[in-house]
């Protein structure tokens, strides 16, 4: 059974920093490419970030270029997306997601199989 799996997210104050994890199981995540994406309340679902299968692309939404990094662990089944310099809205729930593409560039769109989502909630 395919299933990817986010862990990392928590409570953190304005400016502080989290690294979430999306292990994957039941299947080998080097052939995909992977995305994360965010929904706040009441707001339609976003793309934040995306690498590619190598980690040779990798792509950001605005709001968070410079305060975001994906990084991906092949041997490790798992890719990451470490968070600095949080802001009160990046409160959401992020998922990560997987799909197959034979483009060698990433984008966040189209993607197949998701994971359950976790809570970052940024707040003094």
């Known amino acids: 059974q395919l299933q990817l799996v986010e862990s990392g997210g928590g409570l953190v104050q304005p400016g502080g920093s989290l690294r979430l994890s999306c292990a994957a199981s039941g299947f080998t995540l080097n052939y995909y490419h992977v995305g994360w994406f965010r929904q706040a309340p009441g707001k339609e679902r976003e793309g934040v970030s995306c690498i590619s299968r190598s980690g040779g692309s990798t792509n950001y939404a605005d709001s968070v270029k410079g305060r975001f990094t994906i990084s991906r662990d092949n041997a490790k089944n798992t890719v990451y997306l470490q968070m600095n310099s949080l802001k009160p809205e990046d409160t959401a729930i992020y998922y990560c997601?997987?799909?197959?593409?034979?483009?060698?560039?990433?984008?966040?769109?189209?993607?197949?199989?998701w994971g359950q989502g976790t809570q970052v909630t940024v707040s003094s």
């Open positions: 997601a997987a799909k197959v593409t034979v483009q060698a560039i990433c984008s966040m769109d189209s993607y197949n199989y």
